[in-house]
């Protein structure tokens, strides 16, 4: 799994979400004003299920679908916590997550260009 682009994007996701979840969580039992719940962190798991499934799978659309709303999350992260916390954990986050998706893109439509060469060859 690590060896291959979309592998290494699909733990990077993985690893940041799990991440951000314990965060989430310990941060809702010790602060009373965190607008995030334990349920908001069990659907964000159910919705980003398939799409890691199925980009790890090699399936282009769910690589973009999971950079998108992985960006969406983030992007809705600062908006919920607004001025209240320091949000650059999110944008951190974001970095580090969008960079391996963006290469597991790259090389899933390219080994498509080049598959479709050799069908035609």
């Known amino acids: 799994i690590t ?6 994007a699909v733990l ?3 690893a940041l979400l799990a991440l951000g979840a314990v965060i989430t969580l310990a941060l809702s039992y010790f602060a009373t004003d965190i607008p995030v719940s334990f349920s908001d962190v069990i659907w964000s798991v159910v919705l980003y299920l398939p799409f890691l499934y199925f980009a790890y799978r090699g399936h282009l659309w ?3 679908g999971l ?3 992985y960006t969406a999350d983030k ?3 600062v908006i919920a916590f607004g001025g209240n916390h320091f949000n650059i954990s999110s944008i951190i986050f974001w970095l580090i997550g969008i960079g391996p998706l963006w290469v597991a893109f790259k090389v899933e ?11 035609d060859a």
Do not use: M
């Open 3 to 8: 060896k291959s682009s979309r592998g290494t």
């Open 109 to 119: 439509r390219e080994y498509r260009k080049r598959k479709t060469l050799r069908v």
């Open 62 to 64: 769910a690589i973009v």
């Open 67 to 69: 950079g998108l709303l």
């Open 75 to 77: 992007v809705l992260t």
């Open 12 to 14: 990077t996701i993985t």
